[in-house]
């Protein structure tokens, strides 16, 4: 039986309950509210690289989980050969005892993608993909509604949601909720949930154009810091911060000036910061740190608090959660 179902987001959390919405119930008319002015996806504003980073199974439940999601979407871009998507690896210099231990069971990386000012205690290299949000997101199906207005209420009725928004309002037998750090605004309108725990995280990065750094695309990490670089579209990112409890899109420069000076003292590459764009994002995070994808009312749905891991989680947790519908 077709419904009709509200989509609340533009992130890979929305875009991907949409995608699977199509394939799992191809007969529900789909309808997508959005405000990038108002409640901007933090996936468009993101050094966005989906890697397990050293997880590995058997040490805790959120890791077992990293995994499962991290096999399921690393088929899903191999296989989906979408734009904006490309493999390479991601390289981490290891130097203190906690990251041995995470890394351990990876092999050794004789040289380095680019030259560190101190040699690392160990190199090592593990899978990832490269993304590039806007193309990426922008090429899966847009063949449904989208609204680009922010939701301002959310009511039930007796046979589902009614959702408003500053230019009308629209009745639905399912509403799903993928607003990310923005969900602290429907609190008053939404069941007591786990959600209600979600703070943001302000994250900023410097991003170089036209930046020919390499042959090839690939991820670096050291010291907390991630340095990418997309050679298809010669596009170098360098962050992120990680401002606790901040839902402000004007960076910190005290925080930046941090990142740079890091980076200038560890990496033999020259780059011009006065010549560097800087791009904010607000993250979600959950107590649990776990992301939730689930039912909260009857007919009300929501995934979120995917944090540093939604490009890895989304796919299949938006899968399971339609699955359900």
């Avoid at 959005?34 to 690289?49: D, G, K, Q, Y």
């Avoid at 899903?76 to 390479?88: D, H, I, N, Q, W």
């Amino acid at each position: 039986m077709s419904q009709r179902v509200a989509v609340i987001g533009a992130g890979v959390a929305a875009t991907s309950v949409i995608h699977w919405l199509k394939i799992l119930r191809p007969l529900d008319k789909i309808v997508q509210f959005s405000s990038e002015n108002l409640a901007p996806a933090a996936s468009l504003r993101s050094t966005a690289v989906a890697a397990l980073r050293g997880t590995q199974r058997g040490i805790s439940a959120l890791g077992d989980e990293l995994c499962e999601h991290w096999e399921f979407s690393d088929q899903f871009y191999a296989e989906s050969r979408l734009p904006g998507v490309v493999a390479g690896e991601l390289e981490t210099w290891i130097n203190d005892e906690k990251e041995m231990r995470r890394f351990s069971h990876l092999p050794e990386a004789r040289e380095s993608f680019l030259g560190p000012k101190q040699r690392p205690v160990k190199i090592v290299r593990e899978k990832c993909w490269l993304i590039d949000p806007e193309v990426f997101l922008s090429s899966f199906d847009e063949s449904h509604e989208h609204y680009r207005a922010l939701v301002t209420e959310l009511r039930p009725f007796a046979k589902g949601w009614l959702v408003k928004t500053q230019t009308g309002e629209s009745e639905f037998e399912k509403v799903i909720l993928c607003t990310g750090a923005w969900q602290r605004w429907m609190k008053r309108v939404v069941p007591s949930s786990e959600l209600d725990t979600i703070k943001p995280s302000q994250g900023s990065y410097f991003e170089w154009s036209q930046q020919h750094t390499s042959d090839h695309s690939f991820a670096l990490s050291f010291h907390g810091l991630n340095l990418h670089y997309r050679h298809d579209i010669k596009t170098l990112q360098l962050g992120a911060t990680t401002i606790k409890n901040s839902d402000l899109l004007s960076p910190s420069l005290t925080h930046l000036e941090a990142i740079k000076k890091l980076f200038l003292s560890q990496v033999e590459l020259e780059l011009d910061f006065s010549k560097a764009r800087i791009h904010t994002g607000i993250r979600s995070i959950l107590q649990t740190r776990r992301p939730f994808a689930g039912q909260l009312d009857q007919g009300l749905c929501a995934m979120n608090g995917l944090y540093k891991n939604g490009w890895i989680s989304a796919w299949p947790l938006a899968k399971k959660l339609c699955s359900t519908l």
